[in-house]
């Protein structure tokens, strides 16, 4: 066994007895690898997701932020995210928390909406028994062309996150769905990729102008602030309240 191997497997230990794949463990051991030789210069706003972030190539620059960590590995579902929460969130100390996860848990894993939001609440819980009021911030599944068939179950979701938002202490729910949705409520297709999946820049766009206006979700550093990390390359006051 290679040094790489050993040092892997210490990184991505198995959390869960029904986890036997390996499926996301090159993209974990890469963003493991490229925050560990960062230098914060402040606690970075942490975004924890699936590829939507992952692709986000120039979140940074859309954000108009460097203390930022982008820890979004490709395929991510709820139940990843859980695998791998020691790996990738106990490498920083985040000033703010953002999660974008639930969109593949019901288009890929085939869970409903109660269910694939059973899973968020347990993420939830997690970060609050680790990192307690750190604040949390969910964004809403995106409508996509390609997924449009799951587009009940997308409302759903998010209905059901922005209601235990509003209600609770689980953190802002931020609707990040309706920018990118025209006035026949159906998808742009100019915001996304050629796989009508994936946002392209003029989607990034979209985001980071709604995420850009969230009180407190950045820290307060000016752009041009070292430390910045992208998995591709002052703690805010928390509201408990939906941001549509």
């Known amino acids: 066994m290679n040094g790489q191997s050993e040092i892997f497997q210490t990184a991505l230990p198995a959390s869960e007895g029904e986890w036997t794949t390996s499926r996301y463990d090159d993209d974990v051991f890469a963003i493991r690898g490229q925050v560990l030789r960062r230098r914060f210069a402040s606690r970075p706003a942490v975004f924890f997701g ?3 972030f992952r692709y986000w190539h120039r979140m ?21 995210g859980l695998r791998y929460f020691d790996s990738l969130l106990g490498l920083v100390e985040p000033a703010s928390i953002v999660l974008y996860f639930g969109e593949n848990d019901i288009a890929n894993d ?5 269910s694939a939001f059973a899973g968020a609440q347990r993420l939830t819980r997690r970060i609050r028994e ?3 009021a750190v604040p949390i911030y969910h964004l809403s599944i995106k409508h996509s062309p390609a997924r449009w068939i799951y587009a009940d179950e997308f409302r759903a979701f998010n209905a059901m996150r922005a209601e235990s938002c509003a209600k609770g202490s ?3 729910f931020i609707d990040v769905s309706s920018c990118l949705l025209g ?10 990729d050629a796989d009508g999946i994936h946002l392209n820049a003029a989607g990034y766009a979209q985001w980071a102008e709604v995420i850009a206006a969230v009180p407190g979700l950045l820290p307060a550093t000016a752009a041009g602030t070292p430390g910045a990390f992208s998995s591709e390359a002052g703690t805010g006051s928390r509201e408990d309240k939906a941001i549509k």
Do not use: K, W
């Open 60 to 80: 940074a620059e859309d954000l108009d932020c460097l203390d930022l960590a982008n820890l979004g590995f490709g395929g991510g579902t709820v139940e990843s």
């Open 50 to 52: 699936s590829s939507s």
């Open 110 to 114: 085939g869970l409903d909406a109660n």
């Open 183 to 192: 006035r026949h409520g159906r998808p742009i297709g100019r915001f996304y």
């Open 130 to 132: 680790v990192f307690g």
């Open 170 to 172: 689980d953190g802002v």
